[in-house]
């Protein structure tokens, strides 16, 4: 008796139609196509955000290199003994960050480092002790359109 309604239900049982698979797809594939161009923009946007941390403690190093020195620092080697969290690049195997003089390394001081996505942000500090901030690609990553961040 147990045997013979086990063997009931099994028969009775229906599996779902092709047109129920191919609708489930479907929603699955726009639901995906959906989601990745959002995640990818969100995985360019965490790099960017990466290079300007980066770019922020390279300053914050040139101001204590200056502290400590009375000059900046060009060396990138200076800025990561000051600072060894700079050891970790925002962009390994790309382009490297750079610390540079404007006009006289005593007095003032550029600083850049670039993103996976190719993003390269900036700060110049000038010898009158403005610092203005600039990346190189507007609408592209955390570079506003006024090429500003």
């Given at each position: 008796?147990?045997?013979?309604?086990?063997?009931?239900?099994?028969?009775?049982?229906?599996?779902?139609?092709?047109i129920?698979?191919?609708?489930?797809?479907?929603i699955i594939?726009?639901?995906?196509?959906?989601?990745?161009?959002?995640?990818?923009?969100?995985?360019?946007?965490?790099?960017?955000?990466?290079?300007?941390?980066?770019?922020?403690?390279?300053?914050?190093?040139?101001?204590?290199?200056?502290?400590?020195?009375?000059?900046?620092?060009?060396?990138?080697?200076?800025?990561?003994?000051?600072?060894?969290?700079?050891?970790?690049?925002?962009?390994?195997?790309?382009?490297?960050?750079?610390?540079?003089?404007?006009?006289?390394?005593?007095?003032?001081?550029?600083?850049?480092?670039?993103?996976?996505a190719?993003?390269?942000?900036?700060?110049?500090?000038?010898?009158?002790?403005?610092?203005?901030?600039?990346?190189?690609?507007?609408?592209?990553?955390?570079?506003?359109?006024?090429?500003?961040?």
């Amino acid at each position: 008796m147990l045997l013979h309604t086990i063997r009931k239900r099994i028969n009775d049982e229906r599996g779902f139609t092709l047109i129920e698979l191919l609708v489930v797809i479907l929603i699955i594939g726009i639901l995906a196509a959906i989601a990745i161009p959002s995640f990818l923009s969100q995985k360019d946007k965490a790099g960017d955000a990466s290079a300007k941390s980066y770019v922020r403690n390279m300053q914050t190093a040139e101001e204590t290199y200056y502290t400590d020195n009375n000059t900046y620092t060009t060396a990138l080697t200076d800025l990561q003994r000051v600072e060894p969290v700079l050891t970790d690049v925002p962009n390994p195997g790309g382009t490297a960050p750079t610390a540079a003089a404007i006009t006289d390394i005593t007095r003032d001081y550029r600083i850049s480092a670039t993103s996976k996505a190719g993003v390269t942000y900036t700060i110049n500090r000038a010898a009158d002790g403005t610092t203005t901030r600039s990346c190189d690609r507007p609408n592209v990553g955390g570079c506003n359109a006024a090429s500003t961040w």
